[in-house]
T-cell receptor, first 115, second 114 residues
Framework: NAGVTQTPKFQVLKTGQSMTLQCAQD?????MSWYRQDPGMGLRLIHY???????DQGEVPNGYNVSRSTTEDFPLRLLSAAPSQTSVYFC??????????????FGAGSRLTVL | DQQVKQNSPSLSVQEGRISILNCDYT??????FLWYKKYPAEGPTFLIS?????DKNEDGRFTVFLNKSAKHLSLHIVPSQPGDSAVYFC?????????????FGTGTKLQVIP
């Protein structure tokens, strides 16, 4: 059981380039989300999805696009990378429960540097 | 607007002693609070949670205390072990069910000294 898999682990981009961070989970989780981690800022929510075909914005969505065509995959797209997007990106998923906390399972992260 | 705050960026504790990590929040609508642990080069992993209707939840060496009137929660680790050295994130969410957005604090780096 792989859990949440993120690729690539490391990426260096030039300003203006585009790229996609991949996220896949094999737990049949309905909920998937992307966070970025920056020093002194903690984990900030970029976008999230509650199921295939449904996405919504988090705290810091500007500069990022997402789509959810399958339950398993939730890619994060940077259309025109900027140095401010240098960060460590985490994908997380969870199963929906009628009651209780939303306990997220995280991937190992993707470290992105934009020059 | 930082709704979940961890005011101590770091904490050092001797092995065997108690570690107390603190977290404050501003949103009175939060229903659940969670603690995650993160090792370098890994993703955060869930540690323990507490519902807003409770004031304490215990799991082995880890206990979370919630003071709703003060909008404050704390994680106690007793006894602390070197393997507990990690960054700890406090998190919170509003509403019940699996679709709640989870808001994280800035993290506290715990070092347990052997």
């Amino acid at each position: 059981n792989a859990g949440v898999t993120q690729t690539p682990k490391f990426q260096v981009l030039k300003t203006g380039q585009s790229m996609t961070l991949q996220c896949a989970q094999d737990m049949n989780h309905e909920y998937m989300s992307w966070y970025r981690q920056d020093p002194g800022m903690g984990l900030r929510l970029i976008h999230y999805s509650v199921g295939a075909g449904i996405t919504d914005q988090g705290e810091v969505p500007n500069g990022y696009n997402v789509s959810r065509s399958t339950t398993e995959d939730f890619p994060l797209r940077l259309l025109s990378a900027a140095p401010s997007q240098t960060s460590v990106y985490f994908c997380a998923s969870s199963s929906a429960h009628r009651y209780g906390a939303n306990v997220l399972t995280f991937g190992a992260g993707s470290r992105l540097t934009v020059l | 607007d930082q709704q979940v705050k961890q005011n101590s960026p770091s904490l050092s504790v001797q092995e065997g002693r108690i570690s107390i990590l603190n977290c404050d929040y501003t949103n009175s609508m939060f229903d659940y609070f969670l603690w995650y642990k993160k090792y370098p080069a890994e993703g955060p992993t869930f540690l323990i949670s507490i519902s807003s209707i409770k004031d304490k939840n215990e799991d082995g060496r880890f206990t979370v205390f919630l003071n709703k009137s003060a909008k404050h929660l704390s994680l106690h680790i007793v006894p602390s072990q070197p393997g507990d050295s990690a960054v700890y994130f406090c998190a919170a969410s509003a509403g019940s069910g699996g679709y709640q957005k989870v808001t994280f604090g800035t993290g506290t780096k715990l070092q347990v000294i052997p």
